[in-house]
């Protein structure tokens, strides 16, 4: 079983930047897909990104397509989303998520995933 944990959440201006990280437990974290979510408030959790087990296969929903950037690092156990040019309707509660997958076709589904973090904030405001 892998246990994840973000951090990097914060408050940040329109056109900032931001580093969110994903930790995880366990020494099989190189065999999983991940992704990001994100849910804002009074709305359902949507896709964000996604990477495949080795980082060759990368996944954007439109809406952040250009702007954020997905990556791993396995050495580390780590799945970073690097988030530039912020909006103020990119604030929502980000999640990371897991699944043990060695394919390199991703999903964007929340059901697809096994393993969630607990969320970190992202308040884009001036």
């Known amino acids: 079983q892998v246990q994840l944990v973000e951090s990097g959440g914060g408050l940040v201006q329109p056109g900032g930047s931001l580093r969110l990280s994903c930790a995880a437990s366990?020494?099989?974290?190189?065999?999983?897909?991940m992704a990001w979510f994100r849910q804002a408030p009074g709305k359902e959790r949507d896709f964000v990104a996604a990477?495949?087990?080795?980082?060759?296969?990368?996944y954007y929903a439109d809406s952040v397509k250009g702007r954020f950037t997905i990556s791993r690092d396995n050495a580390r156990n780590t799945v970073y989303l690097q988030m530039n040019s912020l909006k103020p309707e990119d604030t929502a509660v980000y999640y990371c998520?897991?699944?043990?997958?060695?394919?390199?076709?991703?999903?964007?589904?929340?059901?697809?995933?096994?393993?969630w973090g607990q969320g970190t904030q992202v308040t884009v405001s001036s």
């Open positions: 998520a897991g699944k043990q997958y060695l394919r390199v076709d991703l999903s964007s589904s929340e059901r697809f995933y096994d393993y």
């Open positions: 366990g020494r099989t974290f190189s065999n999983y897909a």
């Open positions: 990477i495949s087990w080795s980082g060759g296969t990368t």
